[in-house]
Structure formats: C-alpha cells, structure tokens
C-alpha cells in the first residue's frame, strides 16, 4: 500500500488551505458502531444524549467523565475532507479515519476558536477545547509521514486531524448539507 508522503502533503497545503472557511458542505458522515468497524451513511440525527446516530461515543469511550459515562467534549469528531483526499486516494478506505463528520471546510485554529458554535444541516454543535490527534492506528491506516505531517506544530495549528465538536440542539445532518459558523 502506498502512503503520502511529507512531500507530497507539501504539495497539496494550498488545496486544504482553500477549504471554505464560513459556510462548507458535509462530505461523509461515518458511525462507529463498535471498535474498528465504520458505517458510512446519507444521514444522521446528531443529539446531545448519543452524538452521532450509531456511533459507539455513548456506549462509553476513551475520555470520560468522573462518573463513567462518555465525555460530551469528545462526542463528535469532524475532519476536513480535503485532508483525507490527500491521505487516502480510495473513498471507502477514508472511513478509516473514524471521524464522524467529514467537511469541505476550514477547521484551524484562525478560523474557529473553543466555543464557536457551527450550524450543520438541522443541528447546533459547538467546537470544544479537547485536542484531536492522531495516533498509532492512523499511522497504520495511512503512514507515518501522514501521521508525523498532521501532528506537526503546524498540523496542529490547521487542525488537519480534526476536531473535536459537542451537540448543543439535536438535528439531522445529510450528506450535502452545509456547514457554517452560527
């Protein structure tokens, strides 16, 4: 299998760098029904009682609270989409990643800050503090040098591995929906 490598993330910043920074679209919407299984849908009901539609978040998950149930903070994780069709050349494979909501839209830190509320199709959700990172599995499921790229100081600063969203008023999200700042 073939990986990007840093060179070839280089190339492609601009394209990311270009993603809509105030109203964008949703790309993919992806459950996790358990450890390492993906379910891509069309739609979803995002709620503040178990997040994604499907997903395992509210079953329990790696950050939680003091009384065991999952962290709201960690409850909906967004990717720009871009930066997995730089990663990943195969669609289905950029699953993979394990983020719910995959957009064409600016997620760096100039753009949105902890706090800011974002309007996807018919729910609210709100862009939490928690840092969103990749890890081991990333690396395996795309390459260390997407990896190291992504967690760099300036990957960091862009986000490129995503964010990390809480739902503040329930709604569906399609496929196509928009995306926007609220």
Same mark, same amino acid.
């Given at each position: 299998m073939n990986h990007v490598t840093t060179s070839q993330f280089e190339e492609q910043i601009e394209y990311i760098l270009d993603a809509p920074k105030q109203s964008g679209t949703v790309k993919m919407i992806v459950a996790r029904p358990a450890t390492n299984e993906r379910q891509i849908t069309d739609s979803c009901l995002l709620? !503040? &009682? #178990? #997040?994604?539609d499907g997903d395992h978040w509210a079953k329990g998950c790696w950050k939680s609270l003091? /009384? #065991?149930?999952?962290?709201? /903070? @960690?409850?909906i994780s967004v990717m720009?989409?871009?930066v997995l069709q730089v990663i990943e050349q195969d669609e289905e494979r950029r699953a993979l990643a394990g983020d719910n909501l995959c957009v064409d839209f600016d997620l760096s830190e100039e753009n949105l800050q902890p706090g800011e509320r974002l309007r996807i199709g018919a !729910?609210?959700?709100? @862009?939490t503090s928690i840092p969103h990172n990749g890890c081991k &599995? =990333? !690396?395996?499921? =795309? #390459?260390s040098e997407a990896l190291a790229y992504i967690n760099s100081e300036e990957g960091k600063k862009l986000h490129l591995r995503g964010i990390y969203v809480r739902v503040v008023e329930d709604g569906l999200v399609r496929k196509h929906d928009t995306i926007e700042k609220w």
């Open positions: 709620s !503040a &009682k #178990g #997040g994604t003091p /009384d #065991g149930s999952p962290h709201p /903070d @960690v409850q720009n989409y871009r !729910a609210t959700v709100e @862009v &599995k =990333f !690396a395996e499921r =795309f #390459g």
